[in-house]
């Protein structure tokens, strides 16, 4: 079923942006970086995939989950969906984890309470 590839990847990306304006992680607590980092990983990792098609290393298979649409010789269109829902995803599981690690840090040296 042509598509179902790059309609995984939004469903994905918006249980991902749920979790993020639920607890404030990345987009939600700073927009504007969360873009940029978000935009230049894509950029970054775009560029990879033009020096790995470049060189025959990556080569684009044949799926019928994909579109059909290709942004470039043997990249489809789904590439740059995927590339940003990645950086996305690492931007808000390093968010989650430094909160995490934030408030176990603060648990261990908040003074004991006394009844």
Do not use: H, N
Request: contains cysteine.
């Amino acid at each position: 079923m042509p598509g179902i590839y790059l309609l995984a990847i939004l469903a994905s990306a918006g249980g991902i942006t749920a979790l993020d304006a639920r607890w404030r992680l990345a987009a939600w607590a700073a927009p504007g970086r969360t873009l940029a980092a978000v935009g230049i990983g894509t950029a970054f990792f775009l560029v990879w995939d033009a020096v790995g098609i470049a060189t025959g290393i990556f080569v684009k298979g044949d799926s019928p989950l994909l579109l059909g649409i290709d942004v470039a010789p043997q990249l489809p269109i789904e590439e740059p969906f995927f590339l940003a829902f990645l950086c996305y995803l690492g931007l808000v599981a390093w968010a989650a984890a430094l909160r995490v690690l934030q408030s176990r840090r603060s648990a261990d040296t908040a003074p004991e309470r006394r009844a």
